[in-house]
Protein backbone atom coordinates (compact mmCIF):
# COMPACT_ATOMS: atom_id res chain seq x y z
CA UNK A 1 0.00 0.00 0.00
CA UNK A 2 1.41 3.70 -0.70
CA UNK A 3 -0.01 6.95 0.60
CA UNK A 4 1.20 10.40 -0.68
CA UNK A 5 1.55 12.94 2.39
CA UNK A 6 1.20 16.55 1.96
CA UNK A 7 3.65 18.69 -0.18
CA UNK A 8 6.02 20.20 2.79
CA UNK A 9 7.25 22.98 -0.27
CA UNK A 10 11.39 21.87 0.92
CA UNK A 11 13.68 19.02 -0.26
CA UNK A 12 14.25 16.18 2.80
CA UNK A 13 17.26 15.75 3.85
CA UNK A 14 17.19 13.59 6.48
CA UNK A 15 14.66 11.52 9.29
CA UNK A 16 14.83 11.10 12.58
CA UNK A 17 11.69 9.03 14.53
CA UNK A 18 11.51 9.50 18.01
CA UNK A 19 8.73 6.70 18.40
CA UNK A 20 5.64 5.41 16.47
CA UNK A 21 4.26 8.93 16.39
CA UNK A 22 6.48 11.21 16.63
CA UNK A 23 9.18 11.81 14.39
CA UNK A 24 10.87 14.98 12.82
CA UNK A 25 11.92 15.36 8.93
CA UNK A 26 15.80 17.94 7.99
CA UNK A 27 15.04 20.06 4.68
CA UNK A 28 16.20 22.75 2.48
CA UNK A 29 15.83 26.64 3.93
CA UNK A 30 16.42 25.57 7.42
CA UNK A 31 13.21 23.72 7.51
CA UNK A 32 12.76 21.18 10.39
CA UNK A 33 8.86 19.54 10.74
CA UNK A 34 7.40 17.27 12.95
CA UNK A 35 4.69 15.17 13.53
CA UNK A 36 3.02 13.69 16.44
CA UNK A 37 0.25 11.63 14.42
CA UNK A 38 2.79 8.81 12.76
CA UNK A 39 3.52 11.64 9.85
CA UNK A 40 0.10 11.83 8.64
CA UNK A 41 0.42 15.96 9.39
CA UNK A 42 3.00 17.69 9.46
CA UNK A 43 3.74 21.37 11.33
CA UNK A 44 6.67 23.41 10.63
CA UNK A 45 9.18 24.21 13.91
CA UNK A 46 11.81 26.57 12.11
CA UNK A 47 11.53 29.75 10.46
CA UNK A 48 13.24 29.60 6.39
CA UNK A 49 15.63 32.00 5.19
CA UNK A 50 19.03 30.25 6.17
CA UNK A 51 21.38 26.72 5.36
CA UNK A 52 19.44 23.30 4.71
CA UNK A 53 19.17 21.00 7.84
CA UNK A 54 21.11 18.39 6.90
CA UNK A 55 21.73 16.01 9.79
CA UNK A 56 19.34 15.50 13.18
CA UNK A 57 20.14 14.02 16.40
CA UNK A 58 18.53 13.18 19.70
CA UNK A 59 20.20 12.07 22.68
CA UNK A 60 16.32 10.72 24.17
CA UNK A 61 12.50 12.15 23.95
CA UNK A 62 13.80 15.87 24.96
CA UNK A 63 17.03 16.87 23.93
CA UNK A 64 18.62 16.73 19.96
CA UNK A 65 20.88 18.47 17.50
CA UNK A 66 20.31 20.06 14.12
CA UNK A 67 22.88 20.34 12.13
CA UNK A 68 22.93 22.98 8.86
CA UNK A 69 25.43 23.11 5.96
CA UNK A 70 25.54 24.48 2.60
CA UNK A 71 25.24 21.91 1.25
CA UNK A 72 26.34 17.96 1.96
CA UNK A 73 29.85 19.40 0.19
CA UNK A 74 29.98 22.74 1.83
CA UNK A 75 30.88 23.07 5.86
CA UNK A 76 28.20 22.47 8.78
CA UNK A 77 27.61 26.37 9.58
CA UNK A 78 25.67 26.04 12.48
CA UNK A 79 24.37 23.64 15.50
CA UNK A 80 20.85 24.08 17.22
CA UNK A 81 19.84 22.85 20.07
CA UNK A 82 16.32 21.85 21.49
CA UNK A 83 15.60 20.70 24.98
CA UNK A 84 11.40 20.47 24.55
CA UNK A 85 10.93 17.81 22.04
CA UNK A 86 11.90 19.67 18.86
CA UNK A 87 8.88 22.53 20.17
CA UNK A 88 11.36 25.07 19.85
CA UNK A 89 15.15 25.61 18.50
CA UNK A 90 18.08 27.55 19.85
CA UNK A 91 21.39 28.36 17.97
CA UNK A 92 24.27 26.69 20.09
CA UNK A 93 27.40 27.02 18.03
CA UNK A 94 29.09 27.11 14.58
CA UNK A 95 31.27 24.86 13.31
CA UNK A 96 33.28 24.03 10.34
CA UNK A 97 32.56 20.66 9.49
CA UNK A 98 31.43 18.56 6.88
CA UNK A 99 27.68 17.08 6.92
CA UNK A 100 28.56 13.81 9.03
CA UNK A 101 28.29 14.28 12.55
CA UNK A 102 27.59 11.62 15.35
CA UNK A 103 27.68 12.10 19.51
CA UNK A 104 28.09 9.20 21.27
CA UNK A 105 26.11 10.70 24.26
CA UNK A 106 25.05 14.16 24.91
CA UNK A 107 28.81 15.49 25.72
CA UNK A 108 30.85 13.55 23.23
CA UNK A 109 30.56 14.38 19.66
CA UNK A 110 32.43 14.34 16.29
CA UNK A 111 31.95 15.72 12.98
CA UNK A 112 33.82 14.34 9.86
CA UNK A 113 35.35 17.39 7.84
CA UNK A 114 36.45 15.97 4.33
CA UNK A 115 38.46 18.42 1.48
CA UNK A 116 36.61 16.72 -1.00
CA UNK A 117 37.97 15.04 -4.50
CA UNK A 118 40.11 18.28 -5.28
CA UNK A 119 41.92 18.18 -1.69
CA UNK A 120 42.05 14.73 -0.65
CA UNK A 121 42.34 15.29 3.82
CA UNK A 122 40.51 14.25 6.56
CA UNK A 123 40.37 16.49 9.65
CA UNK A 124 37.82 15.25 12.82
CA UNK A 125 36.19 18.02 14.42
CA UNK A 126 35.63 16.99 18.56
CA UNK A 127 33.39 18.14 20.87
CA UNK A 128 33.66 17.28 24.68
CA UNK A 129 30.58 19.48 26.44
CA UNK A 130 27.96 19.28 23.19
CA UNK A 131 28.64 22.82 22.25
CA UNK A 132 32.46 23.84 21.90
CA UNK A 133 34.35 22.35 19.16
CA UNK A 134 38.06 21.99 18.17
CA UNK A 135 39.43 20.36 14.81
CA UNK A 136 41.94 17.59 14.99
CA UNK A 137 44.10 17.03 11.01
CA UNK A 138 45.10 13.59 10.29
CA UNK A 139 47.57 13.26 8.18
CA UNK A 140 45.73 10.93 5.71
CA UNK A 141 45.86 11.78 1.93
CA UNK A 142 42.29 10.68 1.59
CA UNK A 143 38.46 11.85 1.59
CA UNK A 144 35.96 10.38 4.21
CA UNK A 145 32.46 9.46 2.85
CA UNK A 146 30.65 8.49 6.30
CA UNK A 147 31.71 8.37 10.17
CA UNK A 148 30.68 6.22 13.53
CA UNK A 149 31.65 6.38 16.60
CA UNK A 150 32.35 3.23 18.72
CA UNK A 151 32.60 5.45 22.60
CA UNK A 152 33.29 8.55 23.49
CA UNK A 153 36.89 8.50 22.33
CA UNK A 154 36.87 6.19 19.21
CA UNK A 155 35.41 7.00 15.88
CA UNK A 156 35.58 4.87 12.28
CA UNK A 157 35.89 6.65 9.21
CA UNK A 158 34.92 5.00 5.66
CA UNK A 159 36.86 6.81 2.94
CA UNK A 160 36.82 6.19 -0.67
CA UNK A 161 37.85 2.59 -2.37
CA UNK A 162 36.80 0.72 0.83
CA UNK A 163 39.13 2.03 3.39
CA UNK A 164 38.57 2.48 6.65
CA UNK A 165 39.78 4.48 9.34
CA UNK A 166 39.89 4.17 12.85
CA UNK A 167 40.25 7.74 14.68
CA UNK A 168 41.51 7.52 18.68
CA UNK A 169 41.35 11.19 20.40
CA UNK A 170 44.26 10.26 22.76
CA UNK A 171 43.54 13.60 24.69
CA UNK A 172 39.90 12.24 26.55
CA UNK A 173 39.90 10.52 29.64
CA UNK A 174 36.90 10.28 31.01
CA UNK A 175 36.01 11.18 34.83
CA UNK A 176 35.59 6.93 35.21
CA UNK A 177 39.30 6.47 33.99
CA UNK A 178 40.42 9.58 36.42
CA UNK A 179 38.51 8.56 39.59
CA UNK A 180 39.58 4.61 38.77
CA UNK A 181 43.35 6.29 38.49
CA UNK A 182 42.90 8.73 41.21
CA UNK A 183 44.56 10.77 38.78
CA UNK A 184 42.28 14.33 39.94
CA UNK A 185 45.43 16.79 40.00
CA UNK A 186 44.35 20.13 38.50
CA UNK A 187 41.47 22.29 39.31
CA UNK A 188 39.01 22.09 36.20
CA UNK A 189 35.55 24.09 36.06
CA UNK A 190 33.36 22.74 33.07
CA UNK A 191 31.28 24.69 31.33
CA UNK A 192 27.55 23.71 32.07
CA UNK A 193 25.51 21.45 30.24
CA UNK A 194 23.01 22.24 28.68
CA UNK A 195 23.34 25.10 27.66
CA UNK A 196 21.50 28.02 27.11
CA UNK A 197 19.00 25.94 29.37
CA UNK A 198 15.55 25.99 30.86
CA UNK A 199 15.05 26.13 33.85
CA UNK A 200 17.88 23.95 34.91
CA UNK A 201 21.49 23.21 34.09
CA UNK A 202 24.40 20.62 35.73
CA UNK A 203 27.93 22.35 36.77
CA UNK A 204 30.92 19.75 36.93
CA UNK A 205 33.70 20.41 38.38
CA UNK A 206 37.25 18.72 40.05
CA UNK A 207 39.23 19.60 43.16
CA UNK A 208 42.87 18.64 43.59
CA UNK A 209 42.83 18.85 47.05
CA UNK A 210 40.14 19.21 49.80
CA UNK A 211 39.10 22.81 51.52
CA UNK A 212 36.39 25.16 51.47
CA UNK A 213 34.81 25.54 48.15
CA UNK A 214 32.53 29.06 47.19
CA UNK A 215 30.62 29.21 44.07
CA UNK A 216 28.17 32.16 43.36
CA UNK A 217 26.10 33.19 40.48
CA UNK A 218 26.30 36.52 39.19
CA UNK A 219 23.92 38.07 36.47
CA UNK A 220 25.44 39.91 33.69
CA UNK A 221 26.18 43.48 36.17
CA UNK A 222 28.05 41.35 38.26
CA UNK A 223 25.26 41.34 40.93
CA UNK A 224 24.90 38.49 43.04
CA UNK A 225 22.05 36.22 42.35
CA UNK A 226 22.79 33.08 44.43
CA UNK A 227 25.26 30.81 46.44
CA UNK A 228 25.49 27.18 45.38
CA UNK A 229 28.50 26.02 47.38
CA UNK A 230 29.77 27.48 50.64
CA UNK A 231 31.61 24.79 52.69
CA UNK A 232 34.33 22.42 52.58
CA UNK A 233 34.73 19.88 50.40
CA UNK A 234 37.20 16.51 49.64
CA UNK A 235 39.23 16.54 46.35
CA UNK A 236 37.90 14.87 43.26
CA UNK A 237 34.83 15.10 40.54
CA UNK A 238 31.98 16.78 41.64
CA UNK A 239 28.69 18.21 40.20
CA UNK A 240 26.09 20.97 41.36
CA UNK A 241 22.67 21.78 39.92
CA UNK A 242 21.37 25.59 39.06
CA UNK A 243 17.68 25.65 38.82
CA UNK A 244 16.66 29.24 37.01
CA UNK A 245 13.26 29.37 37.77
CA UNK A 246 11.98 32.81 38.48
CA UNK A 247 14.97 34.24 36.87
CA UNK A 248 14.45 36.14 33.41
CA UNK A 249 16.48 35.15 30.24
CA UNK A 250 19.83 36.17 29.62
CA UNK A 251 23.43 35.57 30.37
CA UNK A 252 24.69 34.40 33.95
CA UNK A 253 28.34 33.86 35.27
CA UNK A 254 29.12 31.17 37.83
CA UNK A 255 32.44 31.69 39.91
CA UNK A 256 33.93 29.02 41.40
CA UNK A 257 36.63 29.48 44.02
CA UNK A 258 38.77 26.74 46.21
CA UNK A 259 41.93 27.70 47.80
CA UNK A 260 44.41 29.38 45.62
CA UNK A 261 41.98 28.61 42.62
CA UNK A 262 39.38 30.22 40.72
CA UNK A 263 37.43 29.79 37.58
CA UNK A 264 34.29 31.45 35.90
CA UNK A 265 32.33 30.17 33.07
CA UNK A 266 29.30 31.86 31.26
CA UNK A 267 25.72 30.59 31.66
CA UNK A 268 22.87 31.28 28.92
CA UNK A 269 18.91 31.13 30.66
CA UNK A 270 16.57 30.76 27.45
CA UNK A 271 13.22 31.24 28.44
Do not use: C
Not at 21 to 43: C, E, P, S, Y
Not at 115 to 120: H, L, T
Not at 162 to 171: A, E, L, N, Q, Y
Not at 217 to 233: A, F, H, K, S
Amino acid sequence: MVKIYINLNENPNGIKFLDRLTGFLAGNNMAIFKTTDGGLTWNRKTQGGGYPIVGLHFFNDMEGYAFTSGSLTYPVRNVYYTSDRGETWSEKDSMPAFGFVDFFNRQNGMALISGGYNDPSITIGVSRDGGEWYKEDLPIPLTGTFMKMADPSTAYIFGQNGTIIRFKDMSYTSIEDEETAGIINTFSLYQNYPNPFNPETVIRFALPEAGFVKGVVYDILGREVTTLLNGEMNSGNHEVKFDAVGLSSGVYFFRLEAGKYSSAIKMVVNK
